[in-house]
């Protein structure tokens, strides 16, 4: 019987790395997984989205520049495939019996926005090994005998994987703090008398430095990005809080998403039992108390942002009640018809997230008038016919020096990420991007010829973003999925007067 959820646990993993691995060989990258792809070719410390650890991933798969999809979802298949089995781990480490650090891992296994979103080459994938990574070590290490090997490793180690996630995601600083804030409690409190803690928190802190300088050096340019610049009619509002909350229910799934809320207060109440959940109740609130102000305030926030803080609830469970019997996590019984209904509903979401993905002819069942810019798996497709024809297109003679213009980033890095460091990418988003700073626009609109890519997702005329330019050649490409049209790329040659076509 101890064994069993483990024997489930490893099953659905085994079955979800042959269905990813699958997919790594029919599926091309996400938009953002574009961009992170290209920072291979860009080495920085920081970019405008996110700190640079996921640029280093990829261009170590990339041998030194941006990886194919192929190779990264081979990455990303093992990884993501892994992740449930730490949060397992971490569950053990935190006092879990194996049967229920086993249910601790299926529960993660459930949410779609593990099983699915961690699919993609993302920082969100390095971030959730970090956070549990983290939440192991200093569990485990609070739980050893003070000032034992076995504690100084641990703790150690926590505080420094704090701070490598933190230079993926800046999601993670919070998470430092919050391991700041345990050692500083009464229950850690001979811990905190020793070296090792204090000394993972200057690492964790040392590995960060060069995102921090890089941002001071360069006028914090991650930080305009993402407070100043995308939040346009940014505040307070019913929209915000509905994106959060279907968001939410979308990506946790509605049962699951419940029982989080159930979890989660009570969490928070058993913080002061032992060291081990003042841990998880300040990994859990400190994170959860930064991110949501600003989703409910940001009109792009996104509703993986809160993902973070919710890793620490499945361990909690775990703990209770043969760990902590007194704890007021004892009293969050689940009932065994509510808990399968959960994670059946959990497993059942992501299922159907893969098989959209996955077996195009299922479109079929939308009605005809369905706006397919909804769609977004439809950009996981197309985009080697489109470079294709992009290689393919008849340039005036002698011209050279050529620019490939897209109207937003989201287009510009499919094409940086396809054509390589050999084509120089422009970028013609209407606020500044990470393009403005591999390829500035002051240069790049000086180039002969420019190709202009766009599709049926942006209203982008070109005449009107280069009055001095004449179009002298075009080609259309649709993209089918399921006997559908799915997008309509334009792909249009623009040249500065007086030049024409062989």
């Given at each position: 019987?101890?064994?069993?959820?483990?024997r489930?646990?490893?099953?659905?993993?085994?079955?979800l790395?042959?269905?990813?691995?699958y997919?790594?060989?029919?599926?091309g990258?996400?938009?953002?997984?574009?961009?992170?792809?290209?920072?291979?070719?860009?080495?920085?410390?920081?970019?405008?989205?996110?700190?640079?650890?996921?640029?280093?991933?990829?261009?170590?798969?990339?041998?030194?520049?941006?990886?194919?999809?192929?190779?990264?979802?081979?990455?990303?298949?093992?990884?993501?495939?892994?992740?449930?089995?730490?949060?397992?781990?971490?569950?053990?480490?935190?006092?879990?019996?194996?049967e229920?650090?086993?249910?601790?891992?299926?529960?993660?296994?459930?949410?779609?926005?593990?099983?699915?979103?961690?699919?993609?080459?993302?920082?969100?994938?390095?971030?959730?090994?970090?956070?549990?990574?983290?939440?192991?070590?200093?569990a485990?290490?609070?739980?050893?005998?003070?000032?034992?090997?076995?504690?100084?490793?641990?703790?150690?180690?926590?505080?420094?994987?704090?701070?490598?996630?933190?230079?993926?995601?800046?999601?993670a600083?919070?998470?430092?703090?919050?391991?700041?804030?345990?050692?500083?409690?009464?229950?850690?409190?001979?811990?905190a008398?020793?070296?090792?803690?204090?000394?993972?928190?200057a690492l964790?802190?040392?590995?960060?430095?060069?995102?921090?300088?890089?941002?001071?050096?360069?006028?914090?340019?991650?930080?305009?990005?993402?407070?100043?610049?995308?939040q346009?009619?940014?505040?307070?509002?019913?929209?915000?809080?509905?994106?959060l909350?279907?968001?939410?229910?979308?990506?946790?799934?509605?049962?699951?998403?419940?029982l989080?809320?159930?979890?989660?207060?009570?969490?928070?109440?058993?913080?002061?039992?032992?060291?081990?959940?003042?841990?998880?109740?300040?990994?859990?609130?400190?994170?959860?108390?930064?991110?949501?102000?600003?989703?409910?305030?940001?009109?792009?926030?996104e509703?993986?942002?809160?993902?973070?803080?919710?890793?620490?609830?499945?361990?909690?469970?775990?703990?209770?009640?043969?760990?902590?019997?007194?704890?007021?996590?004892?009293?969050?019984?689940?009932?065994?018809?509510?808990?399968?209904?959960?994670?059946?509903?959990?497993?059942?979401?992501?299922?159907?997230?893969?098989a959209?993905?996955?077996?195009?002819?299922?479109?079929?069942?939308?009605p005809?008038?369905?706006?397919?810019?909804?769609?977004?798996?439809?950009?996981?497709?197309?985009?080697?016919d489109?470079?294709?024809?992009?290689?393919?297109?008849?340039?005036?003679?002698?011209?050279?020096?050529?620019?490939?213009?897209?109207?937003?980033?989201?287009e510009?890095?499919?094409?940086?990420?396809?054509?390589?460091?050999?084509?120089?990418?422009?970028?013609?988003?209407?606020?500044?991007?990470?393009f403005?700073?591999?390829?500035?626009?002051?240069?790049?609109r000086?180039?002969?010829?420019?190709?202009?890519?766009?599709?049926?997702?942006?209203d982008?005329?070109?005449?009107?973003?280069?009055?001095?330019r004449?179009?002298?050649?075009?080609?259309?490409?649709?993209?089918?999925?399921?006997?559908?049209?799915a997008?309509?790329?334009?792909?249009?040659?623009?040249?500065?007067?007086?030049?024409?076509?062989?």
């Amino acid at each position: 019987m101890t064994r069993h959820p483990l024997r489930v646990l490893g099953a659905l993993s085994l079955l979800l790395f042959a269905v990813r691995l699958y997919a790594a060989t029919r599926v091309g990258f996400g938009d953002s997984e574009a961009l992170y792809a290209c920072y291979a070719m860009h080495p920085q410390p920081a970019y405008l989205d996110h700190p640079g650890l996921v640029g280093v991933v990829a261009r170590m798969l990339g041998g030194g520049g941006a990886p194919t999809p192929h190779v990264a979802h081979l990455f990303t298949a093992c990884a993501s495939t892994l992740v449930p089995l730490l949060g397992a781990v971490a569950a053990r480490a935190a006092g879990a019996t194996w049967e229920r650090a086993g249910i601790a891992g299926i529960v993660l296994v459930a949410a779609p926005e593990v099983t699915v979103g961690l699919f993609g080459l993302t920082p969100d994938l390095l971030l959730a090994f970090a956070w549990l990574g983290a939440l192991a070590l200093a569990a485990d290490g609070l739980r050893a005998p003070v000032g034992s090997t076995r504690a100084a490793v641990s703790l150690l180690g926590a505080a420094l994987v704090a701070g490598i996630g933190a230079t993926a995601k800046v999601t993670a600083i919070p998470l430092v703090l919050a391991l700041a804030l345990t050692l500083a409690s009464r229950h850690a409190r001979a811990h905190a008398r020793t070296l090792w803690p204090w000394a993972g928190l200057a690492l964790g802190l040392l590995v960060l430095l060069p995102v921090a300088a890089y941002e001071a050096r360069t006028g914090w340019p991650m930080l305009r990005h993402r407070l100043v610049d995308t939040q346009e009619g940014a505040g307070i509002s019913l929209r915000n809080f509905s994106g959060l909350l279907g968001g939410q229910l979308a990506y946790v799934s509605p049962l699951l998403a419940w029982l989080a809320v159930k979890v989660g207060i009570a969490t928070w109440r058993a913080r002061d039992e032992d060291a081990v959940s003042r841990l998880l109740g300040w990994s859990f609130a400190l994170p959860l108390a930064v991110l949501l102000p600003v989703a409910l305030f940001s009109r792009v926030a996104e509703p993986h942002w809160l993902a973070p803080p919710l890793l620490a609830l499945p361990i909690a469970w775990a703990r209770g009640p043969a760990s902590l019997p007194s704890a007021p996590l004892a009293p969050v019984a689940i009932g065994r018809r509510f808990g399968f209904a959960a994670l059946a509903s959990g497993l059942a979401m992501s299922a159907a997230a893969h098989a959209w993905v996955l077996i195009p002819s299922l479109v079929r069942v939308l009605p005809a008038s369905f706006d397919t810019r909804l769609d977004l798996a439809t950009e996981l497709y197309g985009w080697p016919d489109v470079v294709r024809e992009v290689k393919a297109l008849p340039l005036p003679s002698g011209a050279e020096d050529v620019v490939v213009v897209g109207p937003h980033w989201v287009e510009c890095a499919q094409l940086h990420a396809a054509l390589g460091p050999r084509v120089v990418v422009g970028c013609a988003t209407p606020i500044p991007d990470d393009f403005d700073t591999w390829s500035p626009r002051a240069e790049w609109r000086r180039k002969e010829s420019i190709v202009f890519v766009t599709d049926t997702r942006f209203d982008a005329d070109p005449t009107r973003l280069f009055p001095d330019r004449t179009p002298v050649a075009g080609k259309t490409v649709t993209i089918h999925r399921g006997g559908r049209v799915a997008r309509v790329f334009s792909i249009i040659v623009l040249e500065k007067s007086g030049i024409g076509l062989r």
